[in-house]
């Protein structure tokens, strides 16, 4: 059986139609890496109902925590300083999705602003905007300037003891760059699995008790032909959900 996986969704606006409803969705390029990795995806919506959230979360056997928007700055105790696009709604959804996810022990796949939410749940806080807080460090936000989701900005440095290492089978792998935030506080209980070549954080885990991931590019839109090593952190993802 393939196993079930829950992907956070964002809103979609409707630029020509202001007056129309805002979507909830989310990049092909996910379904497809779950989809090629062995897993069945199912995207969430946005909601504040306490019991849809546990029944979303009960229906599933992963949960992968999608790219998007900034997190609001206040829930790591900060005013606005660069944080360009913010929503609450989503904020609100998936750090109470993340809540409940670590309480059920269920594998966390955290893609950009999904490793941003995880360090933040746990304590941890970010550079709202790296070419204001940190101006000697490179351009993370390259691969969209490039206008590619393929463009390779950069080759990772990843730590050699950590999971991520395992799985990717080296301490090198190439990446793309669609970011302007970054990890400042590490979070509690989190260890850093890859950094960027001019030191930035590119990647943190925890998988003491369950399988829990998060990357800061986006690896669903290379593993088919940029860089296919990183379909094997796909599989070890759905892997980890085939066991729950």
Avoid at 11 to 21: A, D, G, M, R, T
Avoid at 119 to 124: A, I, P, T, W
Avoid at 161 to 166: F, I, Q, T
Wanted: charged share 20%.
């Amino acid at each position: 059986m393939r196993p079930l996986i829950g992907i956070t969704s964002g809103e979609i606006y409707n630029k020509e139609h202001p007056w129309s409803p805002y979507v909830f969705g989310q990049s092909y390029t996910y379904i497809d890496a779950v989809i090629e990795a062995g897993g069945t995806p199912v995207i969430f919506p946005i909601t504040a109902n306490q019991d849809v959230i546990d029944q979303l979360l009960g229906s599933v056997d992963g949960v992968l925590l999608a790219g998007g928007n900034d997190l609001t700055p206040q829930l790591y105790g900060q005013e606005m300083a660069g944080t360009i696009d913010n929503s609450k709604a989503r904020d609100d959804f998936e750090m109470l999705l993340l809540q409940h996810t670590l309480q059920a022990h269920k594998p966390i796949l955290g893609i950009c602003r999904g490793m941003q939410l995880l360090n933040v749940q746990r304590g941890g806080t970010l550079y709202q905007n790296i070419k204001d807080n940190l101006p000697g460090k490179d351009n993370h936000d390259s691969s969209n300037e490039a206008k590619s989701i393929e463009h390779l900005a950069h080759t990772l440095r990843v730590e050699p003891s950590s999971a991520l290492a395992a799985i990717v089978g080296g301490i090198e792998i190439q990446t793309n760059s669609h970011h302007h935030q970054a990890i400042d506080k590490l979070g509690e209980g989190l260890i850093v699995n890859s950094y960027a070549e001019d030191g930035l954080i590119e990647g943190i885990e925890d998988m003491r008790s369950s399988y829990i991931m998060a990357v800061q590019s986006h690896p669903e839109s290379l593993f088919q032909l940029a860089e296919p090593k990183w379909r094997l952190l796909f599989q070890s993802f759905i892997d980890a959900s085939r066991k729950v």
